[in-house]
């Protein structure tokens, strides 16, 4: 059961985005690496997949990547989720951009060097003009890749579901971290599934931190 408690929990519910800093190589460094990334990117929103099983069969959600952040000595680390909305576009969260160097797209387990998947450079980052750094508002990404993905994107509301009931499920997944506690997330790909709450009773939970562009 996910529960919100602050403005780190849940405001990337909207993209399917669950960033998290799981390390995807075993160079000595990547501890120091991860702890460095952990801290540039506070306070922004603490990535957390809590309740959730693995994802099965692993291509589910084709249109789920890996944007990972590369090191001029070869390591790299996964820093934030994505979602491919076009072969060569991905929809990721605006706090991830200082990081985002490389999209994986086919990934599952990232702790396995010698899983089949897609790798593309990022070669343009489009923030969205409105973003709030400390309000986390507006906060999407658009990652252009050097690349067209064979992967299926993902099927963008059209504006014909606009309204949900209370208490819907809805299904978010990612390599974030799975306990109170945790430090380092999921090497595998999870999924849980969360209620929607109105803006109502999400307001008398969090009165001043979400807005009319966000919903709970």
């Known amino acids: 059961m996910t529960t919100i408690r602050n403005r780190r929990c849940c405001f990337t519910l909207l993209l399917h985005l669950l960033a998290s800093y799981t390390v995807s190589s075993t160079t000595n460094n990547n501890q120091t690496v991860m702890s460095q990334i952990e801290k540039d990117l506070q306070p922004h929103p603490e990535p957390r997949i809590v309740g959730g099983e693995s994802v099965n069969p692993p291509n589910r959600y084709p249109f789920q990547v890996s944007v990972v952040s590369a090191g001029g000595n070869g390591w790299v680390v996964h820093v934030c989720g994505g979602s491919l909305v076009a072969p060569n576009v991905v929809l990721s969260a605006a706090h991830c951009v200082e990081f985002a160097d490389i ?16 790798q593309f450079n990022v070669i343009d980052r489009r923030v969205h003009p409105s973003y709030d ?28 579901i606009v309204n949900f009931k209370n208490g819907q499920d809805l299904t978010v997944m990612g390599w974030g971290l799975q306990n109170e506690g945790d430090d380092v997330g999921s090497s595998v790909l999870k999924e849980t599934t969360v209620d929607y709450m109105s803006k109502e009773d999400c307001h008398k939970i969090l009165p001043s931190l979400v807005s009319e562009n966000m919903f709970c």
Request: hydrophobic fraction near 25%; glycine fraction near 6%; charge should be negative.
């Open 133 to 160: 750094e400390q309000s986390q508002d507006y906060d999407f990404l658009l990652l252009h890749l050097d690349g067209a993905s064979s992967y299926s994107p993902v099927t963008l509301n059209d504006g014909k």
């Open 103 to 118: 999209v994986q797209v086919g990934r599952y387990d990232l702790s396995n060097s010698k899983e089949n998947f897609e």
